[in-house]
């Protein structure tokens, strides 16, 4: 199909790169459950995907396509002139192989950006300017936001995990004294925090702490002349 598709756009004029998938066993398990359809109902189990160089050429692929392979009625989508929200763009349709409907992606080069890496990094692309690392982690942050709302089935266990990630990066402890110090995520046990405010303090002769005001014990370990602690 791939191979059918290149040469009648070469034939036609239309510069255009092509990709291809065979739809993944779990993605269709998934598609099938959540669209509570049958297998005769995925008209994507196979897809290509036409990659051009303008608007124009997108409608003129649409044409070529149709003309090798019968549409599928009710399956042409024109994100191009009606972009989604989230300024997703291309043309989507459905044709029949012989008796195998496969779907038909075609858009240019930009749009294809946009799909695969997101606003933010098409943005960040266009302007020319290397983005900060803050910038490229929050970007990653925000796609694994987006991946666990989709994985996650309880709202609570969501609304927990983005609890946690949007946590100050530091946290506060007190001296027996009231003294306030903040100090980094990283340092996690009330040993760790004996430590940091003095070697000393941190030795053997911490042996305890409280927490939300009960006693909690601790032990250590001497593992290669290093002390671990362990609640």
Same mark, same amino acid.
């Given at each position: =199909?791939?191979?059918? %598709?290149?040469?009648?756009? !070469?034939?036609?004029? %239309?510069?255009?790169?092509? /990709?291809?998938?065979?739809?993944?066993? @779990?993605?269709? *398990?998934?598609? %099938?459950?959540?669209?509570?359809?049958?297998?005769?109902?995925?008209?994507?189990?196979?897809?290509?995907? !036409? %990659?051009?160089?303008?608007?124009?050429?997108?409608?003129?692929?649409?044409?070529?396509?149709? &003309?090798?392979?019968? $549409?599928? $009625?009710?399956?042409?989508?024109?994100?191009?002139?009606?972009?989604?929200?989230?300024?997703?763009?291309?043309? &989507?349709?459905? !044709?029949?192989h012989?008796a195998? $409907?496969? +779907?038909?992606?075609?858009?240019?080069?930009? =749009?294809?950006?946009?799909?695969?890496?997101?606003?933010?990094? *098409?943005?960040?692309?266009?302007?020319?300017?290397?983005?900060? /690392?803050?910038?490229d982690?929050?970007?990653?942050? =925000?796609?694994?936001?987006i991946?666990?709302?989709? +994985?996650?089935? +309880?709202?609570?266990?969501?609304?927990?995990?983005?609890?946690?990630?949007?946590?100050?990066? +530091?946290?506060?402890?007190?001296? $027996?004294?009231?003294?306030?110090?903040?100090?980094?995520?990283?340092?996690?046990?009330?040993?760790?925090?004996? @430590?940091?405010?003095?070697?000393?303090?941190?030795?053997?002769?911490?042996?305890?702490?409280?927490?939300?005001g009960q006693?909690v014990?601790?032990? *250590?370990?001497?593992?290669?002349?290093?002390?671990?602690?362990?609640?």
């Open positions: =199909m791939k191979t059918t %598709i290149q040469t009648k756009l !070469v034939e036609s004029g %239309i510069p255009a790169e092509l /990709e291809a998938r065979v739809k993944s066993l @779990y993605s269709l *398990h998934r598609k %099938i459950l959540r669209q509570e359809t049958g297998l005769e109902q995925v008209y994507d189990l196979l897809a290509v995907r !036409v %990659i051009t160089d303008s608007d124009r050429n997108c409608y003129a692929a649409l044409g070529v396509v149709h &003309h090798i392979w019968r $549409p599928v $009625p009710g399956r042409f989508k024109d994100y191009i002139a009606m972009a989604r929200p989230n300024l997703y763009q291309s043309l &989507h349709t459905t !044709v029949l012989g195998q $409907p496969f +779907e038909v992606q075609i858009r240019t080069q930009e =749009m294809h950006r946009i799909a695969e890496e997101g606003v933010a990094a *098409h943005w960040k692309y266009k302007s020319g300017k290397p983005g900060s /690392e803050d910038d982690q929050r970007i990653t942050w =925000m796609r694994q936001l991946e666990w709302s989709q +994985e996650m089935q +309880e709202p609570g266990e969501f609304l927990s995990t983005l609890k946690v990630d949007l946590a100050p990066v +530091e946290v506060y402890a007190f001296t $027996p004294e009231g003294t306030r110090a903040g100090i980094a995520r990283a340092v996690r046990t009330p040993v760790d925090f004996a @430590y940091l405010v003095h070697t000393e303090v941190g030795h053997p002769v911490a042996v305890g702490a409280k927490v939300n006693m014990s601790l032990r *250590h370990e001497i593992t290669s002349g290093r002390r671990r602690w362990r609640s």
